[in-house]
């Protein structure tokens, strides 16, 4: 099997999902460090435009969005899983909503602390990503709200671990740990720590909090963005036997010229040919003149296939 490689970069909260995934799972793998905002000129022959971070190389197959990557990596490294038999499909509808619903107010309270980010940065979060201003004087306003918004969701996650177990699900982590962890991390990595953990109540889970940061992110080797390129050149999509039988009656079959567009930020769709689907992943078939074949996998929860 062709390396994990991860496009990604370092104050990316995503990405650093996946990082702990690796670091839980042991896995030596490619780390390509790829700009905060785009141009990204030799990703996208891979991704076909696929802009949000992080993206996972595995040869020329490439999975887009955590929601996917987790399911890939369970797949080709079953152990130890992130999805505990009883509560993997739980675990990922309850990350999937957590990560929808705290994802701008945690970007609130962030910016709370961080005052103004450069303002090309807040153009590009603007125009080809959140579609809001978050600048500190446009966030500032709603920063109360945005915490209690953070801290609703968070009293749910107290009382799950209020009894003192490890993890969410008891001494093993799950893909639900990881998904509450990176946005909390993402205001505490930057802010004073003390500070935040006050404001959202924080102090009854840094127990959880400090056992999952401590897995640390397995065994990474720098990548150049040209090597991961030629990697994916070079080998061919693995062929699709995990989508053992579609069972959906409507939308396009395999062989139809599709679009898949997430449908909450960062709209860009990307064109290919469907190889495979089921109600939970999306596989796409691109030809790129730089990247070869390449098969595209997206999760079906958050992004829409429609008839090119
Ligand atoms: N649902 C996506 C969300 C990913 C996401 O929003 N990532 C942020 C970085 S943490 C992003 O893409 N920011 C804009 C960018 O990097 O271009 C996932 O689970 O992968």
Known sequence: MSQVILHHYGLSPFSEKIRLALGIKGLSWG?????????RPLLVPMTGGYRRTPVLQVGADIF????????????LYPE?????????????????NWER???????????HFLGDLPPDFLKDRKDGYLYIDIS???????????????????????GALAD????????????????YYHPISLIRKNSPPAEVDDLLGLAS????????????HGKPSELSAEAALAIAKAAEPAPVTHIAADTRISGPRPGAAVTVTPDDNAKVPVTGTLV??????????????????IHLHFPCAGFEMRAA
């Not at 887009?64 to 797949?75: E, G, H, K, M, V």
């Not at 500190?136 to 107290?158: D, I, S, Y």
Request: charged share 20%; proline share 10%; net charge negative.
């Open 31 to 39: 780390s390509v460090d790829i700009p905060p905002a785009p141009p």
């Open 64 to 75: 887009c969005d955590t929601n996917i990557i987790l399911p890939a990596l369970d797949r």
């Open 101 to 111: 619903t705290a994802w701008i107010p945690v970007i609130g309270v962030l910016v």
């Open 80 to 96: 130890p899983t992130l999805y505990p038999a009883a509560f993997g499909s739980l675990s990922q509808a309850l990350s999937f």
């Open 164 to 179: 003192g177990r490890k993890f969410l699900f008891g001494d093993a982590p799950s893909a639900l740990d990881l998904g």
């Open 205 to 216: 889970i840094l127990p959880w909090y400090n056992r999952i940061t401590n897995f640390g």
């Open 136 to 158: 500190h004087a446009a966030m500032e306003p709603e920063f109360e709200l945005n915490v209690q918004r953070v801290r609703a969701q968070l009293a749910w996650l107290k």
């Open 276 to 293: 495979a689907a089921d109600e939970t992943e999306i596989v796409l078939h691109r030809h790129d003149p730089q990247a070869g074949d």
